[in-house]
């Protein structure tokens, strides 16, 4: 069961986010991904998405290593609140920050009358993501259709190249897992798109040996 997995709760968060936040929402009601450069490119994948006065802003570090990550937030300055460690963060022009080996900062913008639970949100399509990740030898991926539709999901390496077609079929509504083997695949980042009748989402895997 998900609520006795050792990572429940960073996924129970991020589906909470997901649910209240549109930016995050599927297809036309959410906003589109925007990259957000930094001196550390190549290790940080860093981006924003932004719908309505709503506002997410990702970085994600896919090394083994610290990175110290400076960016130009002067296109999305102000207060947000840090998802996973409930704390304040202003971003006001050039930032500096310490993002540690295979870790992650989430920040959520603070609006006033924000809900924890939203109707529409409930409707939309999720992707819960992959576990175990990083993966060695397989991992699973999680997601939930509100109604039966066409899936087709694609295994890209890092550098946007179509490496498989892992799903390509009419599937039901409701929770769905999908193995994955990745025991062939070289120590690297992967991503798994996901295209389901106009939801398309992206999760990233970590391979490593």
Known sequence: MWSAHENADFYRTLLE???RNSALWSGAAGG????ISTNADEDVFAFRREADDDRVVVFSNLSAEDQHVTFDAS???GEYRD???DGAVELAGTEEFVLGAWSFLVLEKTAAGTSSEDPKGADAFLLE???PNPASTATSLGYVLPSATEVRITL???LGRKLETLVSERQAAGTHRLDVDVSR????TYFMHVDARGWTEMTRVAVVR
């Open 83 to 85: 998802v996973f460690n």
């Open 75 to 77: 296109s999305f300055v």
């Open 156 to 158: 890209f390496d890092v």
């Open 17 to 19: 986010l997901k649910r």
């Open 129 to 131: 993501g992959s576990h």
């Open 185 to 188: 695949l070289a120590t690297g």
């Open 32 to 35: 589109d991904v925007e990259p």
